[in-house]
């Protein structure tokens, strides 16, 4: 009776790693699919060429200089680098990008959170009491699936923040059960790498989601009387997860809320169409992304025979409330993640920080965890059919499995080939598609032939044992192999011929504008930080308010420059940008000496003349100094420099009111500064002149050297910020608001000195924070293990 009982064990028990090779295998093809698109059209993904390998760069720079990376003074104006979360200066794993270069140090860091994110979907396995097995087959569904792939290669911080959500729900269940302290600061500890890994929105839902984990877990766990105590006392540890979460990370957190509260999307608020709306997929498209990873919507992509087995993972007979607790995330995140097709998101939208974040898409990594649990849950059902009665439960089970396979592939077949009404074509799906319809069926064909092999114990288990390892290594193996596919550097993707890019160089301390479509599809917002180089253009989530007010009136598309900015989805500059007059005296004072344009710009109109595409300029603010295919490059005669001296002052209300006065045909810049408050030596009339050069001209430092005939301002064409402290001479002196956006200083004549530096309290001050709270644990951490060891070896 043991051998009957053992053969159901080593056949089906154990087979769920031929499954887990044939993932493997489909995952395999779909990585070396996105790795030709990689190679030939890297522009593709905009999000990693465009955003995150230059800002990545430029951090690994700084650091290797022996500098932190606090202030970004290449895009618009300036901003505080540290402070915009998505880059993870402070996330001890980017650590390694500082050893590498660019793309190699991105893929590394993308292989060790493959393996981060499958011991942790294991562990979190283990936790909840399922096999060896059914983790392994849980822990590489997370890591292979379209969630996963995706974000790795265009999102990497939610890819980054995601993998460490097993971890934090592993800790979660252990503080709900054994309510201990140890694992509250474990969570927090978790809840901090989180957040410091680049995801601010996954972060906050993930510390909402485990402290709704804990409470049902406590909930379920105890009994009677106890019940209550322990909701309150899991509840209780939560919340100190969150101060130890909130404490480790203030050094980030302090200058990202500083950086919010004076962004456009805090000052203007953002509107329901651009938070739901925003890259959402009709429900039909979202249930054929399911079985196909469409270009569309391959966050949602799990797979076959993943989605059969987590099917069969509603059936697990232990640790119902967990069960119960997936399948509602999976439903609901699968839901949100339609974006506003989704009633919900109306509620969602009204709660207290819905409209702080965007993209529905994210929703899906919630979808990807829990159907990876569920899959891993649903191996183990299986498994635990096959024990009892020789099997014969194992078949009865594994009957409808089969044929419900083949139903999901043929309703995916149809919804896949006859798309909703106005959505994208077939044709344009196939073309794009991550994994074709064909390699679906073959990952079918082959679950199914393994099924069969199992059913029928022609295999034997020890052969398969020697794939364990390489098919877990799979994923961080192809990432490694991944960056012989990118450019060396991120600045090849914004690589100019030298004569366009000498013009540039031509504009000193003075800004560029870069406005160059590639292949006709994506602009360069980080050409500025990949070279260097003071340039107008650039994106920041967070992008400063008083900036986008001041831009607002430039740009050429109406539906950007009279739409209110609270409703306008990204808030930056994508190009799109107008020269003309009244605004472009706006441009002027920007410090915009040179501009880059092709035919894909808007700054300039273009018309055809003799067969050939010409631009159509104001020959009395700009002169044409270099035409070329790749770009033609514009000087303009009417730019104002980046430092000045004004003698006359005067009062204005806000940014607002200084770009009004600004655009008035009778206000002459280089005569009179917009302060916002009141100077004691303001004067109102022009009464002197000065000539101002560049010392220095570093991130976080600029000194100039001025030599004036009498009393006056400063201007600096740079962001006014917080944390910008200025000195005349060694003495320190304020920094007022000029013009509604720039800083300026007041001088009292004859040779000065003046020096800029960037030294922000909330910087200082969030370091003290986390610091202390480290230290903290780490003390404490030292006197429990003292007492745990004293005790065991007495």
């Known amino acids: 009776m043991k051998g009957a009982e053992s053969r159901p064990v080593s056949v089906l028990r154990k087979r769920a790693f031929v499954a887990l090779l044939l993932i493997g295998i489909v995952a395999f093809w779909m990585v070396r699919a996105v790795g030709v698109w990689l190679k030939t059209d890297p522009a593709g993904f905009g999000d990693l060429m465009m955003y995150y390998l230059p800002g990545y760069d430029y951090a690994a720079d700084r650091l290797r200089a022996g500098e932190f990376p606090l202030w970004n003074p290449y895009e618009l104006c300036g901003v505080p680098f540290m402070a915009m979360l998505q880059y993870g200066c402070l996330y001890p794993l980017h650590a390694v990008q500082v050893l590498l270069s660019p793309v190699q140090g991105f893929f590394a860091v993308t292989a060790i959170h493959l393996l981060i994110g499958l011991s942790g979907v294991y562990c979190l396995c283990r936790v909840l009491g399922l096999s060896r097995s059914g983790s392994l087959v849980a822990a590489t569904v997370f890591c292979l699936s379209g969630w996963a792939l995706f974000n790795s290669l265009v999102y990497p911080d939610a890819f980054r923040s995601g993998v460490w959500m097993p971890w934090a729900m592993a800790a979660a269940d252990m503080v709900a059960r054994r309510r201990r302290v140890v694992w509250a600061v474990l969570l927090g500890l978790v809840l901090s790498l989180i957040l410091l890994a680049g995801e601010a929105e996954i972060a906050a839902r993930m510390a909402f989601l485990v402290s709704a984990y804990a409470v049902v877990v406590a909930a379920t766990s105890a009994a009677g009387e106890n019940r209550l105590i322990s909701c309150a006392t899991a509840f209780g540890l939560v919340l100190l997860a969150g101060l130890v979460s909130m404490g480790t990370t203030a050094a980030q ?8 509260l004076m962004s456009a999307r805090a000052a203007h608020g953002v509107s329901y169409d651009a938070v739901a709306g925003w890259g959402a ?3 039909n498209l979202m249930a054929a992304g399911l079985v196909y990873a469409l270009p569309h919507v391959p966050p949602a992509y799990i797979g076959i025979v993943p989605l059969v087995l987590a099917v069969a993972g509603l059936s697990y007979g232990r640790r119902k409330p967990v069960l ?11 839901a949100l993640g339609t974006g506003d097709h989704c009633p919900l998101w109306r509620l969602l939208f009204r709660l207290p920080g819905g ?9 899906l990594a919630y979808f990807a965890l829990s159907a990876s649990v569920l899959a891993g849950m649903g191996t183990d059902r299986i498994s635990e059919a096959a024990i009892s009665t020789d099997g014969r439960r194992a078949r009865s089970l594994l009957a409808p499995l089969l044929p419900g396979a083949l139903l999901v592939l043929v309703i995916g077949s149809l919804i896949f080939m006859r798309v ?3 959505g994208p074509s077939r044709e344009l799906l196939v073309s794009r598609g991550w994994c074709r319809a064909d390699l679906n069926n073959v990952a079918l064909g082959l679950a199914a032939a393994a099924v069969g092999l199992m059913y029928l114990g022609r295999v034997s288990v020890s052969r398969f044992w020697p794939l364990i390892v390489p098919v877990m290594m799979l994923p961080p193996l192809l990432m490694f192999d991944m960056w012989a596919y990118l450019p060396a550097r991120a600045v090849d993707i914004y690589k100019l011929p030298e004569t366009v890019e000498s013009q540039l160089d031509a504009a000193g301390h003075d800004r560029v504008y870069v406005d160059l479509s590639v292949k006709g599809k994506w602009h360069l917002p980080k050409y500025g930080l990949v070279h260097r180089r003071h340039s107008l253009g650039g994106y920041e989530p967070l992008t400063p308010a008083d900036f986008a007010q001041f831009c607002q009136p430039m740009y050429r598309r109406a539906a950007f420059r009279e739409k209110p900015l609270g409703e306008q989805a990204n808030i930056g500059l994508w190009g799109g940008l107008s020269s003309d007059l009244p605004a472009g005296r706006l441009l002027d004072m920007l410090a915009v000496r040179r501009v880059a344009v092709n035919p ?8 055809e003349v003799g067969g050939k595409l010409t631009f159509s300029y104001d020959a009395a603010r700009f002169r044409q100094v270099l035409q070329a295919r790749t770009a033609s490059v514009f000087e303009s005669v009417c730019a104002m420099p980046r430092a000045y001296f004004v003698s006359r002052a005067r009062r204005v209300s806000g940014t607002a009111q200084a770009v009004e006065e600004i655009m008035k045909p009778g206000f002459d810049p280089l005569k009179e500064v917009l302060l916002e408050r009141d100077f004691a030596g303001m004067v109102d009339e022009v009464n ?3 000539t101002v050069e560049f010392i220095e001209d570093l991130p976080e430092r600029i000194v100039l050297r001025t030599n004036s005939t009498g009393p006056g301002f400063v201007v600096l064409a740079d962001q006014f910020y917080p944390g910008w402290t200025a000195k005349v001479d060694g003495k320190p002196t304020p920094i007022y608001r000029a013009n509604g956006l720039f800083r300026s200083v007041p001088i009292v004549g004859g040779e000065q000195r003046i020096e800029f530096d960037y030294r922000p309290i909330s910087f200082r001050a969030g370091s003290a924070i986390s610091l202390l709270t480290l230290v903290l644990i780490t003390v404490i951490g030292a006197l429990r293990g003292r007492r745990f060891l004293k005790s065991r070896f007495r």
């Not at 119960?324 to 699968?334: E, G, K, M, Q, W």
């Open 600 to 607: 894909g710009s808007e700054m300039f109109g273009v018309k």
């Open 281 to 283: 997929v009709h429900p």
């Open 324 to 334: 119960v607790f997936l399948t509602v995330l999976a439903l609901l995140s699968l």
């Open 420 to 422: 909703f009404p106005g």
């Open 253 to 260: 957190l302090l200058p990202t809320a500083e950086a919010w």
């Open 688 to 690: 002197g002149s000065a």
């Open 355 to 363: 409209s702080l974040f965007r993209y529905p898409h994210k929703f």
